[in-house]
């Protein structure tokens, strides 16, 4: 039994607009909460890989205050790395960017045009606000893309990106005065 052309084709195009529209969007497999801040889960597309088994070793609390490390995780790999960090005064960021240990070298730094003080780079970035806590007057992220070649400039407007929407949504959940 054979059925037309002009039927079997209109139908087969409806049925892959129905599969197609069923299939999850590549960003709903991205987290929309990350480190204690919701997020747009497009928003870390170019960053992450789409549909890891995310997770995350967070040892931040916001209530203390104190200095922490939070990191999203990909299956067994690092893919976000963040350390939140309050003091009493402002971030040196020439010292920080040239750190040479793991919590806060930024390579290839540059100063962004944002409301906050920060720099970003190919593989990280840094940003600082006045926050009146028990525990200091300034808080710092740092954030580090440990999956990033240091040679790929590539990512430095994705991270800027990114930074220009995670540090202010983060900045109002820490409760500053």
Same mark, same amino acid.
């Given at each position: 039994?054979?059925?037309?052309?002009?039927?079997?084709?209109?139908?087969?195009?409806?049925?892959?607009?129905? +599969?197609?529209?069923?299939?999850?969007?590549?960003?709903?497999?991205?987290? @929309?909460?990350?480190?204690?801040?919701?997020? *747009?889960?497009?928003?870390?597309?170019?960053?992450?890989?789409?549909?890891?088994?995310?997770?995350? &070793?967070?040892?931040?609390?916001? +209530?203390?205050?104190?200095?922490?490390?939070?990191?999203?995780?990909?299956?067994?790999?690092?893919?976000?790395?963040?350390?939140?960090?309050?003091?009493?005064?402002?971030?040196?960021?020439?010292?920080? +960017?040239?750190?040479?240990?793991?919590?806060?070298?930024?390579?290839?730094?540059?100063?962004?045009?944002?409301?906050?003080?920060?720099? @970003?780079?190919?593989?990280?970035?840094?940003?600082?606000?006045?926050?009146?806590?028990?525990?200091?007057?300034? &808080?710092?992220?740092?954030?580090?893309?440990?999956?990033?070649?240091? %040679?790929?400039?590539?990512?430095?407007?994705?991270? *800027?990106?990114?930074?220009?929407?995670?540090?202010?949504?983060?900045? @109002? %959940?820490?409760?500053?005065?």
């Amino acid at each position: 039994m054979t059925f037309p052309v002009r039927v079997v084709l209109p139908s087969l195009i409806v049925l892959l607009g129905l +599969t197609s529209s069923c299939t999850p969007s590549p960003d709903k497999a991205r987290p @929309a909460v990350i480190c204690g801040t919701p997020v *747009e889960p497009g928003l870390t597309r170019h960053l992450v890989p789409a549909g890891g088994d995310y997770r995350e &070793f967070n040892r931040v609390d916001r +209530t203390k205050a104190v200095s922490a490390p939070c990191v999203l995780l990909a299956g067994k790999d690092a893919v976000l790395d963040f350390h939140f960090w309050w003091t009493d005064g402002p971030t040196d960021f020439k010292y920080m +960017t040239a750190e040479t240990g793991s919590v806060s070298r930024v390579n290839n730094a540059r100063k962004i045009e944002f409301r906050y003080p920060a720099v @970003a780079g190919t593989d990280g970035a840094i940003a600082t606000a006045p926050c009146k806590t028990r525990r200091g007057n300034y &808080f710092t992220l740092t954030l580090q893309l440990p999956l990033i070649k240091v %040679t790929d400039r590539s990512r430095r407007g994705d991270i *800027e990106r990114f930074m220009r929407v995670y540090f202010p949504a983060t900045v @109002a %959940t820490l409760g500053c005065s």
